[in-house]
């Protein structure tokens, strides 16, 4: 009986010549060899502005602006840079003061502005990665009697 179980299985089982073959154990992927990664075309992200009291003041009165970021490609080193995320708070603060040469001593230093970013703080020291379409708002420190 035994037999012809495995005589069953013989002509069950495909022959060598028609087994799918396995790749060779040793890659061919060069490790030394660095990868290649495609450079992508930057991009524009839109922002819109939206000035409050001193700060609305500083831009020459207006309300609102819209600000274009660009959006560089990636590096994928993943050196902590932020060269892989793409815009940010920290850029926008920059932009705004090279725009806006009245409104750089405020938007340079965190504790003179605070940035809302879709109606949401950003808190002091963090930055936030900004897409296409985000409202932020710079909001100055508020005093009153």
């Known amino acids: 009986e035994k037999n012809r179980e495995i005589s069953e299985l013989r002509s069950v089982r495909p022959r060598t010549s028609e087994r799918r073959r396995r790749p ?32 609305r003041e500083a831009a ?37 003061a090279a725009l806006y040469p009245k409104l750089a001593s405020l938007v340079e230093d965190e504790e003179n502005i605070t940035l809302a970013l879709n109606e949401e703080y950003v808190p002091m020291g963090e930055v936030r990665r900004l897409r296409e379409g985000d409202t932020v708002a710079l909001i100055p420190p508020i005093s009153g009697g």
């Open 60 to 96: 020459g009165g207006i309300a609102s602006a819209s600000v274009e970021l660009e959006d560089p490609p990636p590096d994928g080193d993943g050196d902590g840079d932020g060269s892989d995320r793409g815009p940010d708070t920290k850029a926008l603060r920059a932009k705004l």
């Open 24 to 55: 060779p154990a040793s890659s061919s992927f060069d490790k030394t060899r660095p990868l290649i990664r495609p450079i992508m075309p930057s991009s524009v992200v839109s922002v819109r502005i939206l000035f409050f009291a001193s700060a």
